[in-house]
T-cell receptor, first 110, second 114 residues
Framework: DVKVTQSSRYLVKRTGEKVFLECVQDMDHENMFWYRQDPGLGLRLIYFSYDVKMKEKGDIPEGYSVSREKKERFSLILESASTNQTSMYLC?????????FGPGTRLTVT | AQSVTQPDIHITVSEGASLELRCNYSYGATPYLFWYVQSPGQGLQLLLKYFSGDTLVQGIKGFEAEFKRSQSSFNLRKPSVHWSDAAEYFCAVNSGGSNYKLTFGKGTLLTVNP
């Protein structure tokens, strides 16, 4: 079975802090994705990566950056967290169109 | 641009009743279509997918979906709903181009009454 893990299920950070969300997949997938999920807005793509060190902006990249130094790991970085970044963050991986999701990280910025 | 519409934000059904969740998509070529389910506080799990061939596809947990090109629809069905089916359901279509992105609908929340 494909397994996608995220470093934290719940995270509370203060405004202005630098925040790292980690995602690891164990299926040697080329593609990895970061989404944020908010009520009534569905899933919105923040960034995705199609290879090591390769990345592309999604629909809402502002305020975020990413890092992919190894194929299995994709990190989402909030350089200076703000309250409007309070959300559920979902990571996914794929080798084709079928995406496999991690359990999510619920981030609260106070 | 590709888009997915799930017209129903919230649906309530009684346990044992049949279920149909609607999904309409906008895509220029042959779409790849997916239904995902999300239980409270969890990530998304793939229920079923359509790439080509038979337009009626079977998935996990007793779900099925029918692709209708003429209606640009991919509705999800289940003949008899169980209380454990209460969750949020997302329809998705491939975003096109050379990457493997998906475009998701905004979801339908299913409540199951005993």
């Amino acid at each position: 079975d494909v397994k996608v893990t995220q470093s934290s299920r719940y995270l509370v950070k203060r405004t202005g802090e630098k925040v790292f969300l980690e995602c690891v997949q164990d299926m040697d997938h080329e593609n990895m994705f970061w989404y944020r999920q908010d009520p009534g807005l569905g899933l919105r793509l923040i960034y995705f990566s199609y290879d090591v060190k390769m990345k592309e902006k999604g629909d809402i990249p502002e305020g975020y950056s990413v890092s992919r130094e190894k194929k299995e790991r994709f990190s989402l970085i909030l350089e200076s967290a703000s309250t409007n970044q309070t959300s559920m963050y979902l990571c996914a991986s794929s080798t084709y169109y079928e995406q496999y999701f991690g359990p999510g990280t619920r981030l609260t910025v106070t | 641009a590709q888009s997915v519409t799930q017209p129903d934000i919230h649906i309530t059904v009684s346990e044992g009743a049949s279920l149909e969740l609607r999904c309409n998509y906008s895509y220029g070529a042959t779409p790849y279509l997916f239904w995902y389910v999300q239980s409270p506080g969890q990530g998304l799990q793939l229920l079923l997918k359509y790439f080509s061939g038979d337009t009626l596809v079977q998935g996990i947990k007793g779900f099925e979906a029918e692709f209708k090109r003429s209606q640009s629809s991919f509705n999800l069905r289940k003949p008899s709903v169980h209380w454990s089916d209460a969750a949020e359901y997302f329809c998705a279509v491939n975003s096109g181009g050379s990457n493997y992105k998906l475009t998701f609908g905004k979801g339908t929340l299913l409540t199951v009454n005993p």
